[in-house]
């Protein structure tokens, strides 16, 4: 199981924060990490290339636990900005293919819609299974799950939120949102949701 440079890259800035301001001393990290993470924090990080998931589960949670009260909204920006970012690279043809909200007319359409974003997940993580459906009911929802997911940090749930939303901004629904929970150790379940035309 593997994750992306790029993502481990992202991941690993509040440790260096911290070693930085002098929060963290380098003694403390070699006692808090085992061998194979800590190689992996010393190691020149290649964004297009495969790390092993076990070390960066465990990089990802000292990064969480570093963050603060500020982790999940900090979380949410950095996700946010990945859009941006990928957008940049020129790499990920999945964000030019989208279809507008206003432009959406079925369930099949949205299902379709999600699958497309969602499958950027498996260029980042190589262990993610990933299902969407739709919520129905009176408050409509977009449900993306994501099994196999014991490896895939907190901080990349809340990374996800925001990347989620302004995907869905973008596409134009200003008024977007995304939350999500962890019901098990091994299953994330998102939900984005939809307008009423989106489900018609």
């Known amino acids: 199981m593997k994750v992306k440079g790029l993502v481990l890259d992202m991941t690993l800035e509040p440790i260096r924060q911290a070693l930085e301001r002098g929060d963290l001393a380098e003694n403390s990290l070699d ?5 194979e993470a800590l190689a992996l924090f010393r190691e020149k990080i290649e ?19 570093l963050s603060g009260d500020d982790a ?12 941006q970012l990928l957008r940049d690279s020129a790499n990920y043809q999945q964000l030019e293919l989208r279809t507008p909200v206003d432009e959406i007319q079925s ?44 490896l895939f940090s907190e901080m990349a749930r809340y990374c996800t939120e925001g990347f989620m939303v302004q995907v869905l901004r973008e596409m134009g629904n200003p008024d977007a ?3 999500s929970e962890r019901p098990n150790p091994d299953r994330v379940v998102f ?9 018609g």
Do not use: H, K
């Open 31 to 35: 006692m808090s990490l085992s061998p």
């Open 47 to 65: 964004p297009a290339r495969w790390y092993p998931a076990e070390p960066y589960a465990a990089l990802a949670a000292l990064a969480w636990e």
């Open 72 to 83: 999940v909204a900090t979380a949410r920006d950095v996700g946010s900005g990945l859009v």
């Open 107 to 150: 369930t099949r359409q949205a299902l379709s819609q999600a699958r497309l974003i969602t499958s950027m997940v498996n260029t980042f993580f190589d262990f993610i299974q990933t299902e969407c459906a739709i919520e129905e009911g009176s408050d409509p929802a977009l449900v993306v799950t994501y099994d196999n997911a014991a």
């Open 177 to 179: 949102t995304a939350t």
């Open 191 to 199: 939900r984005m949701r939809l307008a009423r035309s989106e489900t």
